[in-house]
């Protein structure tokens, strides 16, 4: 299996378990060319971007580490122009959330990292 292919198994995975949580689902694999937003979801009034990282296990390190600053940039980025794209209000309340896999064990993040002035 490629990486990609394991990806979108987990990030399907990832969408099934925010839908049981009560989130509903926007769009997946959001993709510009600087960056890409792995699930959209809505959880209340907030629009939440969300990041999926998986791992077989932690030998290469915890999944939540790979979401360094370089890649919260890019997802703030994405994420702004997505908000754009779309026609959501400059006041929309966001949250940029992680979502780790590890084996079988699977993390959520909430708030995983702060948007600034975003």
């Known amino acids: 299996m490629n990486k990609r292919t394991t990806g979108a198994q987990y ?3 990832a969408a099934e378990f925010l839908e049981k949580k009560g989130c509903r689902i926007i769009d997946k694999n959001f993709r ?3 960056g890409e937003i792995d699930l959209i979801v809505r959880d209340g009034r907030y629009l939440v971007f969300v990041e999926v990282k998986y791992r077989k296990n932690v030998q290469k390190g915890s999944p939540l580490a790979a979401v360094d600053a370089r890649k919260q ?3 703030l980025q994405t994420a702004q122009y997505y908000l754009h794209r779309k026609g959501y209000p400059e006041d929309m309340p966001c949250r940029f959330d992680v979502i780790g ?3 079988e ?3 959520h993040v909430k708030d ?3 948007a ?3």
Do not use: P, Q, T
Request: proline share 0%; with cysteine.
């Open 32 to 34: 510009i060319r600087s």
């Open 105 to 107: 064990e699977i993390v």
């Open 101 to 103: 896999i590890c084996g």
């Open 11 to 13: 990030e399907e995975l």
């Open 112 to 114: 995983a990292f702060w």
């Open 116 to 118: 600034g002035d975003f």
């Open 73 to 75: 940039r890019v997802i």
